[in-house]
C-alpha cells in the first residue's frame, strides 16, 4: 500500500468511544505504510458521505472508523462520488454486523493492519428506493432499537443496551400488513411481525443466518419475514428453526432475491444498517452485484 493518498472517517461517538483512544496510532500504522492520512473527524449525521463524497475522487483508499451506520453514510459517499476507490473498516460501534459477516476483527488495531496488509474484495449492496445499504433494510419489532437507542448508553454498556431498550419494545408487539412481490412472480402477503432483507449473516447481533445460506458476493439478498405468532406451537417451531438455521417453520419465510416490490403502511419506518428510513407506501429493493470493494484480511 505504498505512497497511497487516505482519507480516515472517524466517528468519535461510536461506541464506547473506542476511535478516539486509538486514533494516533491508526494513523501512524497507515504512515508507517508510506500513506499520507487525511483525517476527518464527523460531527453529525451526514457527515461521513459528505466527506466521502467530496475526497473520494481524490483519494486511493477510503477508511471508515466508527459503527455500522457511520459505514453506511461513508460507503454511501463513495457510490454517489461516481468512483470505485476501495473502502476499509475499522469496526468501533456497538454491534458491528457488517464486521462480523465480513470477518473483519472488532480490535481496532487488528483491523488496521488488516487493511494495510489486505486486498479488495468486490461486495453486493442493497439500494432500498435510492438510499443503499451495507448488510439490511429492516422493519418491525426491535427494529426501532437500532436507532433510538441513547448513545450514552450505548457508549456505556455496549450492545447489551439494545437488548435493554429492545426489552420495551416488547410491551408494544404490533404486526404489519405487508405484500412482496419477486421477478418470478411470486407474491407473499401477510402480517409480519418482523422482516429483513439482507446481505449479512448477522442481524442486530441478535439473528444469526447460516453461513451455508448467506453469500455476500452471489447477486442477491436474503428476506426473512415473522409473522405472527397464533400459538406457543407456533413460537415453539420458529425458535427451533432459528436454533437449526433451516427457517422451514408456519411462521417464517426465508427466501433469496436480486429485487423485491413491497407495499408496506406509510406509517412504518424501517431501519437501514441501524438508521432510520421513513416509512413510505411503495418500495424496491434491489441487490447491486460487486457494486462495492472492502477491503479485507489475505
Known amino acids: 500500500m505504498a505512497r497511497k493518498k487516505v482519507l480516515l472517517v472517524v466517528n468519535p461517538c461510536a461506541g464506547q468511544k473506542k476511535a478516539n483512544r486509538h486514533l494516533l496510532n491508526i494513523v501512524n500504522i497507515f504512515n508507517r505504510a508510506k500513506c499520507e492520512v487525511i483525517t476527518y473527524i464527523t460531527g453529525k449525521a451526514g457527515d461521513g458521505e459528505d466527506a466521502a463524497k467530496h475526497y473520494a475522487p481524490k483519494v486511493d483508499l477510503v477508511v471508515c472508523c466508527g459503527g455500522d451506520g457511520t459505514f453506511n453514510e461513508t460507503?454511501?459517499?463513495i457510490l454517489k462520488s461516481g468512483t470505485e476507490v476501495p473502502i476499509g473498516y475499522i469496526p468501533a460501534g456497538s454491534t458491528n454486523d457488517f464486521a462480523t459477516s465480513m470477518n473483519i476483527s472488532t480490535k481496532v488495531m487488528q483491523a488496521t493492519r488488516d487493511i494495510v496488509e489486505g486486498t479488495p474484495t468486490l461486495l453486493d449492496v442493497g439500494l432500498f428506493n435510492e438510499r443503499y445499504f451495507s448488510y439490511v433494510a429492516s422493519f418491525g419489532v426491535f427494529t426501532k432499537t437500532s436507532y433510538t437507542t441513547p448513545q450514552d448508553l450505548k457508549n456505556a454498556l455496549g450492545h447489551t443496551a439494545y437488548v435493554l431498550e429492545g426489552l420495551q419494545?416488547?410491551?408494544?408487539?404490533?404486526?404489519?400488513?405487508?405484500?412482496?412481490?419477486?421477478?418470478?412472480?411470486?407474491?407473499?402477503?401477510?402480517?409480519?411481525?418482523?422482516?429483513?432483507?439482507?446481505?449479512?449473516?448477522?442481524?442486530?447481533?441478535?439473528?444469526?443466518?447460516?453461513?451455508?445460506?448467506?453469500d455476500l458476493h452471489d447477486g442477491k439478498l436474503e428476506v426473512i419475514l415473522f409473522r405472527e405468532p397464533k400459538s406457543l406451537k407456533d413460537l415453539t417451531d420458529c425458535a427451533k428453526?432459528?436454533?437449526?438455521?433451516?427457517?422451514?417453520?408456519?411462521?417464517?419465510?426465508?427466501?433469496?432475491?436480486?429485487?423485491?416490490?413491497?407495499?408496506?403502511?406509510?406509517?412504518?419506518?424501517?431501519?437501514?444498517?441501524?438508521?432510520?428510513e421513513e416509512g413510505c407506501t411503495d418500495i424496491t429493493i434491489k441487490c447491486l452485484h460487486h457494486k462495492l470493494a472492502v477491503y479485507q484480511k489475505n
Open 75 to 77: 460507503m454511501s459517499g
Open 169 to 214: 419494545e416488547l410491551t408494544q408487539f404490533k404486526s404489519h400488513h405487508l405484500r412482496f412481490e419477486f421477478p418470478d412472480g411470486q407474491v407473499i402477503e401477510d402480517d409480519f411481525l418482523f422482516g429483513a432483507i439482507s446481505n449479512s449473516t448477522s442481524v442486530g447481533g441478535v439473528l444469526n443466518l447460516s453461513p451455508d445460506r448467506v
Open 241 to 276: 428453526a432459528i436454533q437449526k438455521q433451516t427457517y422451514d417453520c408456519d411462521m417464517m419465510t426465508f427466501l433469496k432475491t436480486e429485487e423485491v416490490r413491497i407495499t408496506a403502511p406509510a406509517d412504518l419506518h424501517w431501519s437501514l444498517d441501524g438508521e432510520r
